[in-house]
Each structure stands twice: as C-alpha cells, then as structure tokens.
C-alpha cells in the first residue's frame, strides 16, 4: 500500500511567521502534489512536482513555495503566514505513467492567528 | 461553466438505500477518472479508478462513465452508516499529465 505522511495533523502558527509543512512519500514516486482544501472550494492545487529539483505552479501558488531536494520529500513553504492561509492542506503522489490515479496524506490542519 | 460540476448535498439516506452521486464535466478530453472517499478530518482515499467509457463494480461500488453525455456517476449498493464521508469525483485527460481536476464534493449521511 502507497503511504503519504504528513508531518503535522494540526499546527497553529501566527501571522507573519514562515511555515513549513512536510510531506513524504514511500513509494519512490516520480510526482508529488500539494493542495489545499476549503469549504465550498474543494481542493485547489497550489504546486507540484515530476521530480527531484523541479516543481511546477498550480492554480493558486501566490504567498506559497516549494522545495523537493528528495525524491521521497516534497516541502510546502508560505513564506509570510496569513489569515487566508488557514486551511486544511493535503499532500498527494503517484507513480510516473499519468494513467494512475493520486494517493493523499491524511492532510494538516493549519490555523494562522 | 465550470469544468467539473458536483452537487455539494448533503444527501441523507437510511441504512440499505441505494446512493447514486454524480459529476458532469465540460472538457472532452477527460479520460480518467477517479472517485475519492474522504472521511471527516482525513485525506481522501482513492475508492474507484476508470479509464474512458464503461462501468466497473467493486464489492457494493459501481463507477459509471457516460463520455458522450461527460457524466460521471458512482452508485453504492446497501448503504452502510460507515459509508457516510465526502465523495469526491476527480477526472484528467492524458495532455495534461498527471494534474487532476476536482468536483467540490458530496457530502453522504447514511443513518441505521
């Protein structure tokens, strides 16, 4: 079975603050994920990664950064925390060929005060 | 018109109802498809995996895909109250490699 593990399943952090969120995967995956989740927004992609160094913007990367240095460890970094950024966030990976379907971590509930 | 639809519910139902949830899409290109169960204060957990037309049956599951009407259902036979979660459609099309592209989810309550 694929495992994702989020470091964090909560963290409070304060505004202004720099944030690291964990993610690893023990699947030796090729593509790795982050997304956050809203009420009535579903899940929007922030970033993601095909492989080791390389990373790609998703649809809302503004106030976000990542950092893959390994293959099995994808970072997500907000460099300033804000109010906005309370969410639930949740790291994904899959396996190269694009015909396989994304497996997800249990998710860290961040709250920025 | 957004590129996946998905009524958000909440749907209640009794324990042994059939469920029947659904997605419409707009991009043609859409070949894979996914739906995802996810549990309250939990990541979501794959449930079915299809690619392009047809339907495929897993124990009390079915996943159906209709691509000429770009709609996307799941049906769940006896609904149980551990069945109760967020149902998340996802879908991709092969050009845009591995990125999905989520329903906003349905929220299912099923009560014994």
């Known amino acids: 079975d694929v495992k994702v593990t989020q470091s964090s399943r909560y963290l409070v952090k304060r505004t202004g603050e720099k944030v690291f969120l964990e993610c690893v995967q023990d699947?030796?995956?090729?593509?790795m994920f982050w997304y956050r989740q809203d009420p009535g927004l579903g899940l929007r992609l922030i970033y993601f990664?095909?492989?080791?160094?390389?990373?790609e913007k998703g649809d809302i990367p503004e106030g976000y950064s990542v950092s893959r240095e390994k293959k099995e460890r994808f970072s997500l970094i907000l460099e300033s925390a804000s109010t906005n950024q309370t969410s639930m966030y949740l790291c994904?990976?899959?396996?190269?060929?694009?015909?396989?379907?994304?497996?997800f971590g249990d998710g860290t509930r961040l709250s920025i005060l | 018109q957004k590129e996946v639809e998905q009524d958000p519910g909440p749907l209640s139902v009794p324990e042994g109802a059939i469920v029947s949830l659904n997605c419409t899409y707009s991009?043609?290109?859409?070949?894979?498809f996914m739906w995802y169960r996810q549990y309250s204060r939990k990541g979501p957990e794959l449930l079915m995996y299809?690619?392009?037309?047809g339907n495929k049956e897993d124990g009390r599951f079915t996943a159906q895909v209709d691509k000429s009407s770009k709609y996307i259902s799941l049906f769940i036979r006896d609904s149980q109250p551990s069945d109760s979660a967020t149902y998340l459609c996802?879908?991709?099309?092969?050009?845009?490699?591995?990125?999905?592209?989520f329903g906003k989810g349905t929220t299912l309550s099923v009560s014994s």
């Open positions: 991009n043609s290109a859409f070949q894979y």
């Open positions: 990664s095909y492989d080791v160094k390389m990373k």
């Open positions: 699947m030796d995956h090729e593509n």
């Open positions: 996802a879908m991709r099309s092969y050009q845009a490699g591995t990125a999905l592209i």
């Open positions: 299809t690619y392009s037309s």
């Open positions: 994904a990976s899959l396996t190269g060929p694009s015909n396989q379907p994304q497996h």
